[in-house]
Each structure stands twice: as structure tokens, then as C-alpha cells.
């Protein structure tokens, strides 16, 4: 038992030497300092292969033929800015390498360097693929056009390298051949290397340029000659690009910012290319005209020329983002890496091991149990599973199937079995279903369903791994189309572990950008190992202590948050013209929504509500109320809830509740009308416990037998302590504010506006700008805290801009435009 224990020990030792290894080298700290001495290494060799011009004939024969061992005894003898060292990497790279072309080997490492000191952004295989493609072509450029020059001077532009190349191209293709693969070469590199060097090739092998030089000629007048020197020509005005296009007719009403589109260049030249040229520069001159004719004028009178005169206040700020490209959520946390497969245990190879004698036995003992009742079978096949056992029996003809259904504790006593469940008949196989317990059930591990195939590669918007079902297939659903999820179970079925393991699938695929959770816990226990992730991954009230809620009635104000924000989501998507929060996002990434205007990339907030029958004692009506609301609308805006109950009683799961959670998990549970209460059917008083449970997804006519997978609180510490250690948001996901019915209503008699905030006068125009009354907005416009938000907000109703709180509504503003506002702000200066 010692020498187990050892091992045991050694073993989790080996394992946390390796977790602070692998943490060393990931570490930010550890990062920085190896880009820091890979930029000192490149500087340093950069130096060398400078100095190489101007002594590398001096140093030639110091270091030519002379082992690289025996080069200190040349110290202080060689020229080279760098030393003896530096000389001899110079020679080696300048002159039997690559030539000139060496520097872009400092070019690439510069970019290592920088990339791990977070310095900039770029990808390290496009730069490698450029610099090793172009290394090698300029080595062979520049040896094939000084190649009648190599014995009257020291350096060999191309290399040793290029020199051979060059030589052997030339005897074999001859000159002009090496001079149309060197051409050809350096196009496919400048072919896949930029976008812009396709159109650019089109244009000059249309002869593009010459035709545009004869347009401006025609276009030119005596005029223009004439015009004043003080007079700005349009050439000298900026040009902005990427170019704004209108996808409607532009006129003499106000163009929505949502109503652009930002193209490309790439795209603009692709469009203007299939019309006509003569339509094209008609239709140019037109556009241009027309702005000038809109534009506003200046000071002194004159018409301000410019192609973004009809955009609001606030939108050319998106005009230069179109260049970017996509918008992408992940670009705040873009370091931040998924949790590793090895912080999960292994328990089960995913292969289930068959006792044959077992099978044979029961087999034999369910016909003889039949056969004494009088019920002949045809056939019988066994399907082995991780804790479950199907056997599949085909009657004789004139056996009634609720016959076979009458005998499950017969059938049980005859196994010796604690447990077993008939399906009669199978779904859609013509079969008679007997379950029956392992006598040596396997563990479903975490890992083993999170490493698996079908997990990893799925496409679901929220991928959900449960567990593996009885013929030992991974188990997966999306919980986008669920969508709402109750969970039941008697206490120390499994339900908690099912709850972590939900979680835990979604952590594994999903970025914090992507994912919030709104965890409510009145036991206190089960969700507080989450807390260290509250930066990353979850939601919560912005004067909220916790972000885990525990008080009932902070559980009613929570979810009461959550259905304004509902409200709020729907006047996003109804103001994007979009019918969900997937077709929303998709407009929001490709940049034709505007942030100005209120606009955001909504990430899915998963809210998990534990021990929903002790809230439902303590708050009744209260709580049961915004659960209806969010489980009826929620889901086309991203908001899905998990209710998990011990207690799966009519009080606690009533009608309301059923009909608007369609799926459900079943765990085993002491009575047939508990069964009955989650899953209108029968069967989870049969189950054998231990995570053993019966799933019923939307859509599913039958419940689903699945061994939900194990996680321990170990691996889930590990995971939560992988994601708290790097970096995170600010803060947590903040939901809007909710103040119940005890709020305060006599604000403007209590409130005294000569003391007002320094920010009064901002956050007055902000509201009356964006016509919007709400904390959460002067919160994140003016990046403050909710309290400070609470006493503007305050001041601003008791100054007569906004109306009084209304509940879960949004305030009304009370001002109609700026001109109003100035005038009460004057006034109350």
C-alpha cells in the first residue's frame, strides 16, 4: 500500500514539474525576454554584415579557410565592427551564402523578435514563406547581374550560392530563359504576397495608364491653365481611402450610416471594370458633382469638397476602420489560449471492454426469465456500453409487447440486477429494448469526450459534449438550438457534475469574447470555484459584490438585468434589420453597423440558475417570472438559461416552466412521477445512478440513455486557474441596471444640482444625443463606476433631462435636441 502511495505521489509530482515547465516557457515574462535577446541577436548581425562592406577585403584572409575553433587566435586582428565572431557570420552569410539577400534572415528574425514582445501583430509564417522565397530569388538576381564582376572585388552580391545557381541556369536555359524565370519567379511572389498586384498587372497590360493619361489630356482647358496660384489645386486635396460607396441613389435626404457599405479598393476597380468606360467617367463626374452641390460650405462661402459630406458626426472613424477588414471580437484578448487537453484526467480509453461470459450469461437468463411466462423470442443481440448493457429481443409473432413490459422486476430478479429498463418498442427498429447494468461500469471521462473527434470538429454555435451514449458514441448538442435546458435529479445522482461538465465543453470551445455566464447559486458551494474567471467569462450586475449570485433576491434582480438586456438585444437587431443574434454579428463583423449608433458584437450569455426549487420557496412569483420571460423570447438574442432542480416536483417545475423548456436532462430520481414530472414519460426512477441519465432533446420523440462524462473539482480548478492567469477584461460582463419596486422616487426633491458632477454637462448630451436614458451607457461611454454612474443619472432626472425609473423600461428622455439642452444647461449655469 506504501509502495502505491509512492507512486502515486511521484507521479503527481512528475505531472506538477511539468505544468510549472510548461507555464515557465508560456509565461508573458518569459516571452518578452526571449524576443528581447533574439532583437539583440538580430542587431548584432546586422551590424556585422554592415561592417562587412567596408572590411570585408581586410578581413578576407584573417578568416578565410580558417576553422572556426581557431578564430580567437585572430582576436583583435580583424576589422569588423563585431569581432572575430561577427567577421566570420559576415563572410559566411555575404559571401558563400546568400549575398545581400541575408538580410532578410534579420528581417524574419526581427519579426520573431517583436512578435513575442507583443510589439506587433503579424503572422510568422507569411513573413517566413516571404523572406525564405525571396531569399533565394535575390540571392540568384544579384549573382546572374554581377556575375561578369565576382573576381574584381571581395563581396559576392548573390553568394556562393547564387553564383552556382545563376551559372547552371544560364547553361541550361540560356540568358534570356534565366532572365523570364527570374521575372516570372519574383510575379508569383508578388502574386501571392499582396492583393493589389493582380489589378495593378491588369492595368498595365491593358495599357490602363497610358489610356487614363489621354483622358485627363482631353479633359484639360485653357481654363485650368489660367487659374490663380493661391487657388488649391485638387490634386493637393487628401484623399481618403478606403472610397464610400452608397448602394442606394444618393439624395437630398439624410443617408443612414448603416446604409454603407466599405469596400476595397481591389473591389471598386472590379465593379468600375465592367461597365462601360464612357458611362464609367460620366457617372464619376456625376457623383462628384452632386457632392459638391451637397457639400456644406465654409467660412468664407466656399464649397467644402469632400466624399464623406453626408456622413454624421462620428462615422468617418469607420471609414478608415474599413481598411482593416473585418472586425474581429477576439482582437482584445487575441493572446489568450484554450484550455490544454492534459489538465483533464484520463480515466477510459473510449474502448469498451466486452466480458463475454457476462453477455452470454444474461442473455441466457433473459430468455429462460420470458420463456417462464410463456413469451417466446426469435432473436437477442447484445450492445456493450460504458455502464449499460442493450439487449435487443425480437419476439415470436402474437407476443404483446405491454406483456414484456410488465416484467422489468421479474427480469431484474432473474439478472440479479439492480436496475433494468425495457423500451418497447425500440424507436424506429422493429426491437424490444432491455437495459441492463455493467457489473463493472467504466468511467466516463471529461477527456475523453473533449479530445474526441466529434467534438472538435463540430460546427455548433454552442457545442455541448454530456457524456456517451450506450453504444459508447460521444453525445453533443447545441445548446443555440435547445434551447433552454432543465436539469432534475435526486441528490447525488449527478447532477452538479453534469452542470460542470456543460461548462466545461463550452469553456473548451469558446472565447471569452464569444461566451458570458450568468451563474446563480443559492447552495453557495457549487459555483464559487468559477469566481477567478469572472473577467473572462462571466456576467453580472454592475454594482454587484460577487459574480456569483447567492441572495434570492439578488437572483431576482440578476435575472430581471437579463430580460432589459433582452429588450435591449432586440432593439440592436430590429435597428441592424437582422432576425438573431448570428445574422447581427455577422453584420457588426463585416463593419455595416455602426458602434456610434449604439451597435455592439453581442456575445451568448449562458445563465445557470442551481437549486431553482429553493429560489422558487424563497421568491415564488418573483423569480418564476423573468425565467418565463426569457425562456419564451431569449433565444433569438443569445440568451439561454439552464435550470437544475433536486426537487422536480409540480410546485418547482410547473406548467409554465415545461412548456418553455422543451429539452431536458433526467438523473435519476425516486419516484415514477418525478419521471413523469421532467420527462413526461417514464424510466429515470430506473436508472442506476452515478451520472446515468436520460436526455430529451427539442425535436427528439424518445429519451436518450447517457453516461454523463466525469469531471472532478480538481481538473476544474486547473482549468479556471489556466484561464485567471491571463489577461482579461477590465471588468465583468455588466448587465444593464435594475432597481426593483422599493426604488427611489423622490430623486428631484432630494437631489441638489449646484453641486452637480464635472461630467453633468457630457453625460447630458450624451443622453439627449443618443435619445437614451441609461446608467450602463454614461458607465461605458465615461468608463466610470455604477455609482457614480447612479448619481448623474440622478442629478439628470432631477434637472428635468430624463424621466423617473420605470422598472425594467429604459428612462425617457425628456429633452429633444441639443438646441433644448444648451438652453436648460445655460440656465442652470
Known sequence: MAKKTTAKQNTNNGESKFKRVKNFFTNERTRFITGLVISIITIYVGLALISFFFTGGADQSKIENVPLADLVTNRGSVDNWTGVRGAFLADLLMNRWFGISSFLILFFLGSVGAKLMNLNKVSLLKRFLFSAAMLIWGSVFFAFVFISGYEDTFIYLGGQHGYYLSEMMMNNIGIPGTILLLVGIFLIIAIFTSKRTIPFLQNVFSFGWLKNSLKRKKKETPETEDEPENETLPEEQPVREPVITPRRPVNET???????????????????????????ENEFEYTIAKEEEDAPKTAEGEKNVDFEVEIPDGEEEMCDQAELGKYDPRLDLSRYVFPPLDLLKFYDSGNVEVNREELDANQQMIKQTLEDFGIRIASIKATVGPTVTLYEIVPEAGVRISKIKNLEDD???????????IIAPMPGKGTI????????PQTVSMQSVVASRKFQECTYDLPVAIGRTIINEVFMFDLCKTPHLLVAGATGQGKSVGLNAIITSLLYRKHPAELKF????????????????????????????KPIVTEPEDAVATLNSLV????????????????????????FISRRLNPEKGHRFLPYIVAIVDEFADLIATSGREIEMPISRIAAKARAVGIHMILATQRPDTKVITGTIKSNFPSRIAFKVMSQVDSRTILDAQGANRLIGKGDMLILITGSSEPTRVQCAFVDTPEVE???????????????????EYVGEGGDSSIAGTVDLSDRDPLFDEAARLIV???????SLIQRKFAIGYNRAGRLMDQLEAAGIVGPFEGSKARQVLIPDEYSLEQLLNSLK
Not at 566 to 581: C, D, G, H, K, P
Open 254 to 280: 439624410t443617408v443612414e450610416p448603416d446604409e454603407y457599405v466599405f469596400d476595397t479598393e481591389a473591389e471598386i476597380r472590379k465593379a468600375a471594370e465592367e461597365k462601360h468606360e464612357a458611362e464609367e
Open 411 to 421: 427480469i431484474a430478479l432473474s439478472l440479479s440486477a439492480l436496475q433494468i429498463r
Open 433 to 440: 429494448g432491455i437495459e441492463v447494468p455493467n457489473n463493472k
Open 518 to 545: 450568468v451563474m446563480i447559486d443559492p447552495k453557495r458551494v457549487e459555483f464559487s470555484i468559477y469566481s477567478k474567471i469572472e473577467r473572462h467569462y462571466l456576467a453580472k450586475l454592475p454594482n454587484a459584490d
Open 564 to 587: 432589459i438586456e433582452m429588450e435591449n438585444r432586440y432593439e440592436l437587431l430590429v435597428s441592424a434589420s437582422a432576425r438573431n443574434i448570428k445574422e447581427y454579428n455577422e453584420k
Open 718 to 736: 486547473d482549468i479556471v486557474e489556466h484561464i485567471g492567469e491571463q489577461v482579461a477584461y477590465p471588468t465583468a460582463y455588466l448587465l444593464p
Open 769 to 775: 444625443i443618443q435619445q437614451q436614458g441609461s446608467t
